[in-house]
């Protein structure tokens, strides 16, 4: 069977909305069946694959940063990269450059890339399908 | 490859950008030669509202020196060949079919949306 390319375009910041979770769920889905995967990460989104996110304690929940394991999306994005690997796909995450300068969010997490607008059509272009998740 | 970008959400932090998202997206794809066409539902009809004014936001001492202008970014599409549709209940809805609109926007009806649609290789709703 050929190898089919898919491409999501995200949208919502990190910790905002549940549909980064069901974004994050696609993606994984979507590599487990070998399929390789694009996405193009607009707006808030860009703040997904930065570095410097940081686990915390939960005094709420009266736990310690280390028992509360808190989810960081630069893991869970580093998780699917590698999760790619083991599937023999390829994650291609590009976040919109600009972007990523409004946020001051630039370091990414590495096998992230900047790019424009451009890449996310040409991304499109080489794919069957595009799906956007958009903020509401 | 043509693809149709449905607009619903309006206003999205057009302040803070200084124009709508989507919009801007559209003018940065169509540089890379990308074929598009822009349908507006919902409350983003009310981009084609032509004497629209968002400039004079003062916060303190900051002023906005360049506000959102939708409807200018919207005619400018048009000049780059980008179709930019255009509901006209979600319009009658709102009573802008009496205002002033920019020209060049198609209107069209609910009913007719699947007959677009068809024209387009990929609907990305936003």
Request: aromatic share 8%; hydrophobic share 45%; glycine share 6%.
């Amino acid at each position: 069977m050929t190898k089919q390319t898919l491409t999501f375009v995200l949208m919502d910041a990190p910790f905002e909305s549940a549909r980064t979770t069901t974004a994050f769920r696609l993606l994984h889905a979507a590599l487990t069946r070998g399929c390789d995967v694009n996405v193009f990460a607009y707006e808030g989104a860009v703040a997904l694959s930065f570095a410097k996110q940081a686990q915390h304690a939960n005094a709420v929940h009266g736990r310690d940063a280390t028992q509360e394991d808190h989810p960081l999306s630069k893991n869970w994005i580093a998780a699917l990269m590698a999760h790619a690997r083991e599937h023999g796909a390829d994650l291609n995450w590009v976040n919109c450059g600009l972007c990523v300068d409004e946020r001051g969010v630039g370091e990414a997490i590495d096998g992230v890339r900047r790019g424009s607008p451009a890449d996310c059509w040409k991304m499109a272009q080489q794919s069957v399908a595009t799906l956007v998740i958009p903020t509401k | 490859m043509k693809v149709l970008q449905i607009v619903e959400t309006a206003y999205r932090a057009t302040t803070e950008e200084q124009d709508d998202t989507v919009i801007w997206f559209a003018h940065a794809m169509r540089g890379a030669s990308a074929e598009l066409g822009v349908l507006l539902i919902g409350n983003a009809v009310n981009y084609v509202a032509a004497d629209q004014d968002a400039s004079g936001l003062t916060l303190g001492a900051w002023r906005q020196t360049q506000p959102p202008t939708p409807a200018q970014d919207l005619a400018s599409l048009i000049r780059k060949d980008v179709s930019i549709y255009c509901v006209k209940e979600d319009l009658a809805d709102r009573g802008l079919m009496e205002g002033k609109l920019l020209e060049g926007v198609v209107l069209m009806s609910r009913a007719q949306m699947p007959r677009l649609f068809a024209e387009y290789d990929q609907v990305w709703r936003w």
